[in-house]
């Protein structure tokens, strides 16, 4: 297996999500599953951030003409469903589903139609960045894919390789453990023992902030920066630039 990462990065008025990310940049989402068939998407996202952000991407999900990773500019014409899953001051959980028209496409259509089945992905947004982590199958032709997300992306957004190598979990997890802060681990970790994580969760931000001792605004600073640690896997970056080009 290996793992391939990339980032788009949407200029502006091209995504309604990017573009209220970027006013609320202390405002997050990452994935918590995505799934694709050659119909359909759906996916369940998880952000964070200050009451306003979060309120106004509640607001940004339900655009009408909005579709979860739907790369199509003009409205594709697809039936697409939106349901908020859980919603604090600080946290929302949103589902999203749509059916596929003629003229939609996305990151995980185009995955699945060049890197065949058997994906996974993991995404994380801050701003205008939309970071996509796939794991596939060793033999997939990722210059193909890659080519063809180009031609899809246009001129609306740019696109950076950040990452191809071969999938090894030891190490990954050794690297991003080593990358955080020990304030951030400390945190990061009682988080997950009092069960901030779970859902239903057992204890809010404002309990383990006292649990701990903290400002509460100082831990969610610890835990957003601790998840956007782990949610990116850092490796040389040359030495992903040099396969990618290998390839051409």
């Not at 199958?137 to 997300?149: C, T």
């Not at 190598?165 to 080593?178: K, N, Q, V, W």
């Not at 920066?225 to 990116?232: G, I, K, M, Q, V």
């Amino acid at each position: 297996m290996r793992e391939l990462v990339f980032a788009l990065e949407y200029d502006p008025g091209t995504n309604p999500v990017a573009d209220t990310l970027e006013s609320h940049p202390e405002t997050t989402v990452r994935s918590l599953s995505c799934h694709v068939t050659p119909e359909s998407l759906w996916r369940v996202d998880h952000a964070t951030g200050s009451a306003a952000g979060i309120e106004a991407l509640e607001d940004a999900y339900r655009e009408p003409t909005f579709c979860a990773d739907c790369l199509v500019r003009d409205n594709c014409g697809a039936d697409c469903e939106t349901q908020v899953l859980d919603r604090g001051n600080d946290e929302l959980v949103v589902y999203t589903y749509w059916d596929r028209t003629d003229v939609c496409t996305s990151v995980p259509h185009l995955a699945l139609e060049r890197l065949g089945e058997g994906l996974l992905f993991e995404t994380y947004r801050e701003g205008r960045r939309y970071r996509w982590r796939i794991v596939l199958g060793s033999d997939a032709p990722v210059h193909e894919f890659f080519d063809a997300l180009g031609d899809e992306v246009g001129e609306c957004t740019g696109m950076e390789m950040l990452r191809l190598t071969d999938l090894d979990p030891d190490r990954d997890r050794l690297e991003a453990e080593d990358a955080l802060p020990a304030e951030q681990r400390d945190a990061l970790r009682a988080a997950v023992e009092h069960g901030y994580y779970e859902t239903p969760r057992r204890i809010d931000l404002s309990e383990l902030a006292a649990e701990l001792d903290v400002p509460r605004s100082t831990l969610s600073y610890r835990l957003r920066r601790a998840e956007a640690s782990l949610a990116t896997t850092f490796v040389d970056e040359d030495d992903s630039l040099e396969t990618l080009a290998a390839g051409h």
